[in-house]
């Protein structure tokens, strides 16, 4: 299987039923079970589940969901949503080839999200804690108002709890849709960020594959710490603009979280399975001398 | 200078360049055939500006003779001192600083510069600011609020620069960064879009008390060129990304995104920079007497305020 797919022209490729059943993939595959998209091993779905969608064999972690993200990331118990009840609009009529209200509401149907962030109030290995997860299946994790909005509420939260922060980014970047005032949210999610921390509040930003952009460039790399997760993509302008625009052939492994470690742009890598244990440990560290006063 | 016109100019090209010619001739009785000239060239240019589209106004705004920062430093303030460099790493001179008076008040200024010629565009990289750039508004900027100086902005860029460099000195977080320190910047900070707001870009100098727009400059999350080839797959639909992005100064007036939108002339600030350097002059000055007399934490509450209100969202 594993050297015939790879020879198959990629539309014949398509149609082999497995490769069907994994979709494409940047989505987590589906099914009793599935294959990895990186090392091609025969995984059981449970097995997967176990692994928060990362590769067993290989390490390779796969996309998740919004919801899968604070799933895992989250104790079971509690967890109360916030800002589940600002929608998107459409401010400025906007249609390409398609209208923006028309995007929207597809966006809707195939995620099953209002909009690119979900955000929740829960615990931590016990730590009260504000996370919140971009959906890259909603319109590539696109921060319009609702996101920016929505940020803002989960900050705003973080600081009433006068507990920590955790964002999980990946998104494309600002939301075309919405035009500047999309733009604007980079600067009003910067702004909350800088109360977060004049008020001692930790806010650890998680950057997962892809985080790009807008977002990029404002919420994603002001956290106390960033951390990345292996391989994700992260950086301002996508691979194919910069290739565009100096018509050379990017580095090996460019802007992948290996290449900004080693670049001095994140704090660490860390492993999806890992995270919460970290991230417990960091908060824990940062929130010491709050909670001994 | 010899005035360049855009495409869409080309009637008016066709009168005043007849015009011109009317007038070297410099025979007798001709006075009332030029007369006549010019008024038509006028009808037209006022024709053309008054129902100008989106896409043509984003020509406008990249016009090659449209006056740039340092135009406007030099012109507008005195004692004008050029900054350089980020202490860390280079000088970009895609963006420019320094210190200045305006009307004799000490201010800091800091702008997005093009260049004029091949060899200045080059060496300014097109006004597409590297992660150092950034850096060193951001020196420039703390500076200002050490010696309490207001902050100036001249916003006029394509967008960063996506280079590999750019990317490996971390473009991202110098973008991010700025626009976190100037949301509590304790110093009045007004903003002036004088030519393109080119996205990430240009708001990284661009946040602050006040946002004023040239009439004919233009403010976008994304270039319409890089829009169209996202969404319609074709970068020959710029045209009609520009007018469904909304980037002109009185469309985002109307959303309440722009505080005022300063007159140029007709055909636009390169065909009467004196009048546009005045207009400019006089909203500053306005503008900055209002932040002046404001204490520092009605400031800085208040500049929070507007950045919270920035979005538009329905309820469930």
Redesign the interface.
């Known amino acids: 299987m594993n050297w015939f797919s790879r020879v198959l022209p990629p539309k014949i490729n398509k149609k082999v039923p497995e490769q069907e059943a994994t979709e494409s993939k940047r989505s987590v595959p589906e099914g009793l079970w599935s294959k990895c998209s990186t090392c091609q091993a025969v995984l059981y779905r449970s097995e997967l589940e176990e692994n928060q969608q990362v590769c067993p064999h290989c390490g390779h972690h796969h996309r998740l969901t919004a919801r899968q993200r604070l799933h895992y990331f989250l104790d079971p118990e509690p967890r109360l949503e916030i800002g ?6 459409d ?7 398609k209208r923006y209200k028309e995007r929207l509401q597809e966006a809707q149907q195939k995620s099953g999200e ?1 909009d690119a962030l979900v955000v929740m109030r829960g615990l931590l290995e016990g730590q009260p804690v504000v996370a919140a997860a971009f959906a890259f299946e909603f319109m590539g994790g696109s921060m ?3 996101v ?2 929505r940020f ?1 509420k989960a900050a705003e939260s973080a600081l009433v709890e006068r507990c920590p922060l955790i964002c999980f980014s990946a998104s494309g970047g ?3 849709q ?11 999610t ?6 977060l921390g ?1 008020a001692r509040i930790p806010f650890i930003s998680v950057l997962t594959d892809p985080t790009m ?2 977002v ?7 956290g106390d710490i960033l951390i990345a997760e292996p391989n994700a993509l ?5 691979p194919r ?2 290739e565009q ?2 018509r ?1 052939k ?2 090996e492994g ?2 992948r979280a290996e290449y900004l470690l080693e ?3 994140i704090d660490q890598i860390v492993d999806r399975r890992q995270l919460r244990s970290s991230i417990a440990r960091q908060i824990g560290i940062l929130m010491q001398a709050e909670h001994s006063a | 200078m010899k005035l360049q016109y855009l495409d869409f100019e080309q009637p008016i090209a066709e009168l005043e360049g007849k015009v011109e010619e009317l007038k070297e001739l410099n025979q007798p009785g001709i006075q009332e055939d030029i007369k006549r000239l010019e008024n038509k060239a006028r009808k037209e240019l006022q024709r053309l500006y008054s129902k100008l589209t989106a896409w043509q106004t984003v020509q406008v705004a990249r016009h090659p003779q449209r006056p740039y920062t340092l135009d406007y430093v030099h012109a507008l303030f005195t004692d004008v001192e050029v900054l350089a460099g980020d202490r860390a790493y280079a000088d970009d001179a895609a963006i420019v600083g320094g210190l200045a008076r305006f009307q004799g008040q000490a201010i800091l200024w800091i702008g997005q510069q093009k260049g004029r010629d091949t060899k200045e565009k080059i060496q300014r990289n097109f006004g597409m600011p590297r992660p150092e750039g950034y850096r060193k508004a951001l020196r420039l900027m703390r500076l200002a609020e050490r010696f309490r100086l207001p902050v100036l902005t001249f916003i006029d860029t394509p967008g ?5 460099g ?8 110098a ?3 700025n ?6 910047l304790a110093v009045p900070i007004i903003s002036l879009v004088i030519g393109e707001g080119g ?2 870009g240009a ?2 100098i661009g ?1 602050g008390d006040r946002l004023l727009m040239l009439e004919y400059s233009v ?4 270039s319409p060129e ?2 169209a080839s ?3 797959k074709d970068a020959a ?1 710029a045209a ?2 520009a007018e ?4 002109t100064a009185r469309r ?1 007036q109307s ?1 309440g ?1 722009v505080d005022e939108v300063i007159d140029e002339p007709l055909g636009g600030a390169h065909r009467n920079v004196q009048l546009v350097y005045e207009n400019i002059a006089a909203s500053l000055a306005r503008h900055l007497q209002e932040l002046q007399g404001m204490e520092t934490a009605r400031l800085l509450s208040h500049r ?1 305020e507007r ?2 209100h ?7």
Do not use: N
């Not at chain 1, 910067?190 to 109360?195: N, T």
């Not at chain 2, 403010?219 to 994304?222: K, L, M, R």
């Open positions: 589940a009840d600002l929608l998107p609009v401010p400025l009529r906007f249609k390409d080839q209002k319009g108002s609702v920016g909005t803002v600002a939301r075309m919405e035009g500047l005032l999309s733009l604007l949210q980079m600067a009003k910067a702004a909350v960020i800088e109360r004049k952009g807008g990029s460039a404002s919420l994603a790399t002001l992260i950086g301002f302008a996508g603009v910069i625009t100096i050379e990017l580095p460019f802007q670049h001095g742009a | 960063a620069y996506p280079g590999i750019a990317e490996e000195r971390g473009q991202s977080e973008i991010a960064r626009l976190a320190v100037m949301s509590d996205s990430g708001l990284a946040v403010y976008s999350v994304i890089g829009c996202i969404l319609w639909k009609e990304a469904t992005l909304g980037i985002l959303l995104l929070y950045l919270m920035y979005g538009v969202v329905g309820a469930a």
